[in-house]
Every structure is written in C-alpha cells, then in structure tokens.
C-alpha cells in the first residue's frame, strides 16, 4: 500500500516558522514529482509549491513564493516544506501529494497519492 505521512503541523503566532515532512512509502518506483496542497475551512484545496526529482525545480503559489521552501530528500522519498513569515491567512490542513512521473500541474487532480494532512493554525 502506498503511504504518504505527513508531520510537523501545530500552532504557531503570526512571523513564527514551521517545516513540515511527508515521507512516501510502500512502492518501488520514484516519485517523481512530490507536493504541498492545503485547504482551510470552506475553501477548496489550493496548489503550495511541488518539486520534481529531475533538475529538482520547484513552483511556488504566488502567495507563498519568498516565504515557503520546499526541497526532498530522495535517499529518504522524503519532502519538506520550510514556512516562515506564517500569516493568519496560511492557517489550514496541509496535505502531502505525489505522483510517480514528472508533471508541472498546481491542479489537485493531477497528483494520484495522497497523505492525511496535517493542522497548522496561525494566530494572529
């Protein structure tokens, strides 16, 4: 069975810092593209950053981007995302995805395997 386990996740005041881990496991093949999606209460789930084994290049959402650092550890089939400068509106459950081929999509449907999320609340 395929496992994404995402950690990490808490409470954190507003300027405050988090990182976030989402190990995959349970298949042999690579995971190719691996990503960070939230979704906060009555909202839909939105595209965070992803990053791509080949060449490792990354894409940020726009509201992220000089804020939040996604990077993996391929040894480990492991993705983090460093956030920092965490604003109120950055509250949600963050959800880890994969798909074992190299996309550049910021679409949910676009990513076959999914974690359980994870909580993160920004107090202002």
């Known amino acids: 069975q395929v496992q994404l386990v995402e950690s990490g996740g808490g409470l954190v005041q507003t300027g405050g810092s988090l990182r976030l881990s989402c190990a995959a496991s349970g298949r042999t093949f690579t995971w190719d593209t691996m990503g960070w999606f939230r979704q906060a209460p009555g909202k839909e789930r939105e595209f965070v950053a992803a990053i791509r084994l080949s060449g490792g290049s990354t894409d940020y959402a726009d509201s992220v981007k000089g804020r939040f650092t996604i990077s993996r550890d391929n040894a480990k089939n492991t993705v983090y995302l460093q956030m920092n400068s965490l604003k109120p509106e950055d509250t949600a459950v963050y959800y880890c995805?994969?798909?074992?081929?190299?996309?550049?999509?910021?679409?949910?449907?676009?990513?076959?395997?999914w974690g359980q999320g994870t909580q993160v609340t920004v107090s202002s």
């Open positions: 995805a994969a798909v074992p081929r190299p996309i550049r999509s910021l679409v949910a449907a676009d990513y076959n395997y």
